[in-house]
């Protein structure tokens, strides 16, 4: 069967290159019969596949917010572990620091009392 009239009433619809083609294609392997049911009930089958089509969308536009969302879920929380790994560093760093004045100061402490002792007589 010549499916002119069915490419012809394609045309007309709002959908894409690619969406027309996978039609055509399944249109192709209908029976005879099943061809001229569509094409006489176009405007119905039509609105079944913009429904089907539209419901599509929906889901897949969902699916793209959804996905988004966890993709900025998971930036969100990689930057708290850094920041909480940063805060950690400082906080190690600060300590360190703490640690090496303290060992000076009792280096220095430790010197002092070696000089004042270096004219001392032993034990006394």
Do not use: C
Not at 39 to 57: F, G, Q
Request: no cysteine; charged share 40%; proline share 2%.
């Amino acid at each position: 069967m010549d499916n002119y009239k069915f490419t012809s009433f394609l045309a007309q619809t709002s959908l894409s290159t690619g969406e027309k083609y996978n039609l055509t294609i399944i249109f192709n392997t209908l029976t005879d019969d099943r061809k001229i049911e569509i094409i006489e009930n176009w405007k119905k089958y039509y609105d079944k596949i913009l429904s089907v089509h539209t419901s599509a969308e929906e889901e897949k536009q969902e699916n793209i917010r959804i996905t988004f969302a966890k993709i900025n879920s998971l930036i969100d929380e990689a930057l708290l572990r850094d920041e909480a790994r940063k805060r950690e560093e400082t906080k190690q760093e600060k300590q360190k620091e703490e640690e090496r004045k303290m060992t000076e100061t009792y280096d220095m402490q430790r010197r002092l009392e070696q000089l004042r002792n270096i004219g001392r007589p032993p034990g006394g």
